[in-house]
């Protein structure tokens, strides 16, 4: 039998039991092509990884005409106690078709080897192994997967095979969301590897579309019962409906067959934040940080949660660690915050300065407001004023806005202002504010209340971000 070149490349790394790399690529190729061969070695490969229910799942009602694949059906069956009714198909002979494997040896070998070691050589490894052969996927999966690496340094590495666009197809977000699946049904999950699950989890997460990921997670756990991706996707679901208590029991619950992926510890640690366990909070970051290289979330997560426990110091040192990682504007953002809070303002000023100066549009609220509060420190009101008014008109802007007005004695306006934000949200600092412009409190300065009120706007007000 002749084998087009795409074929062997995933029956080369089902061959060389390199099960992730190759089901992705024969889904690819499926998916694309419609190839029966290529469909074989979705049901091999996902046999090997052990997800028999999706087996199940995708062969109910299907012929079981090839030999392997009745095969994987009945051995499914016999794993999950599954009771079906099967149409008797009269045997047949059957003779394994053999091929040459078109990977490198050096490379598969690097490759386990690589999975051997932690942290930062791991990573050195799993790059070395794609490079000795970029048609072993399984590193690019294992990379992405653990986040060992950047979104240049990944794409970097795809660059690196001639066929990079259908590896971007397969690694970087294949599946989009449309308007034809807003009523989710149990085909959301047409894919076959757990990945795109996740995958589709977090798309569904930012687009707090609660109904689709509810669906997708619930139905991706009776597939895939223990898969981490699973775990991920169903912590997703309750932090979109702020059950972090549930989060955190699922978190926990992947623990029993998986204790080595970095994302579990850092989604756990997102939810001892949430529920104000700092010490727990803190000790799943770090364990994290260590597991998960070359990321700047890890040191994000940290440096937040020591600037909420005000332990200015450490949190300083994982913003600047971060920073060294990756100038993302989440980890600047935080970092002019701490800076404002340690009264350092020129520093501030300079990196806001050089943000709005790059045209970063992510977050340019956040940054004006900082700005807004900068000036308001230094006593420049007026400076204050002008980057307060490119802002966003939510409870910080009209919080903000009554602190101005009450500063330079419009009680009203203040008055008018501060009750603006409190409809939009309760804050007693506000109402303490309010109270004391509708009494105009002499003795109560309404210039100490400054590190206050900017505290209540960026600090204890502000919780940890899922990203």
């Excluded at 600092?429 to 100490?448: C, F, G, H, P, W």
């Amino acid at each position: 039998m002749f084998y087009p070149p795409m074929d062997l490349w995933y029956i080369s790394l089902y061959d060389s039991e390199l099960y992730n790399g190759s089901l992705l690529l024969s889904e690819y190729i499926y998916k694309n092509t419609g190839c029966r061969t290529s469909f074989k070695y979705c049901i091999l490969n996902l046999f090997k990884l052990g997800y028999y229910h999706k087996i199940i799942d995708i062969l109910e009602g299907v012929d079981l005409n090839d030999y392997d694949i009745r095969i994987s059906y009945y051995k499914s069956l016999v794993e999950t106690e599954t009771n079906k009714k099967i149409k008797n198909v009269p045997l047949s002979s059957y003779k394994k078709p053999t091929i040459s494997n078109i990977l490198d040896n050096h490379s598969i070998e690097k490759f386990w080897y690589a999975l051997t070691k932690k942290d930062i050589l791991k990573k050195e490894l799993l790059i070395e192994a794609y490079r000795l052969d970029n048609k072993n996927i399984e590193c690019l999966y294992f990379l992405i997967k653990d986040e060992m690496c950047t979104d240049k340094e990944f794409l970097d590495l795809l660059q690196l095979n001639q066929e990079c666009k259908l590896l971007s197809d397969i690694f970087l977000f294949p599946f989009s969301i449309t308007n034809e699946i807003e009523n989710v049904s149990v085909d959301v999950l047409e894919f076959y590897h757990p990945f795109y699950a996740f995958i589709f989890s977090k798309k569904l997460f930012i687009e707090k579309k609660k109904l689709l990921l509810f669906n997708l997670s619930h139905k991706s756990y009776r597939i895939y019962m223990h898969c981490t991706y699973t775990y991920l996707s169903l912590a997703l679901y309750f932090f979109l409906i702020e059950d972090y208590e549930e989060a955190k029991r699922i978190l926990l619950k992947s623990f029993e067959f998986d204790k080595r992926t970095g994302l579990i510890y850092m989604y756990l640690g997102i939810c001892y934040s949430r529920l104000r366990e700092c010490e727990k909070s803190l000790n799943c970051f770090n364990i994290s940080n260590r597991k998960i290289v070359c990321t700047w979330k890890t040191y994000y997560y940290l440096a937040c949660e020591y600037q909420k426990m005000t332990n200015f110091d450490k949190a300083k040192f994982y913003y600047l660690e971060g920073l060294n990682v990756d100038r993302n504007i989440m980890l600047q953002e935080g970092y002019i915050s701490l800076l404002i809070f340690c009264e350092s303002y020129q520093e501030a000023l300079s990196y806001i300065s050089g943000i709005i100066k790059s045209k970063e549009t992510r977050r340019l609220n956040n940054i004006l407001l900082l700005k807004s509060y900068c000036y308001l420190f230094l006593g420049n009101l007026n400076e204050s004023k002008d980057a307060l008014e490119k802002c966003r008109k939510d409870y910080r802007y009209f919080c903000t806005k009554g602190y101005i007005e009450h500063l330079t004695n419009n009680i009203d306006l203040a008055c008018d202002f501060y009750n603006k934000s409190l409809l939009l949200k309760n804050s007693s600092v506000i109402e303490d504010l309010m109270t004391s412009a509708t009494r105009q409190n002499k003795e109560n300065d309404v210039y100490n209340s400054c590190t206050e009120i900017f505290e209540y706007v960026f600090i204890s007000n502000q919780d940890i971000e899922i990203i």
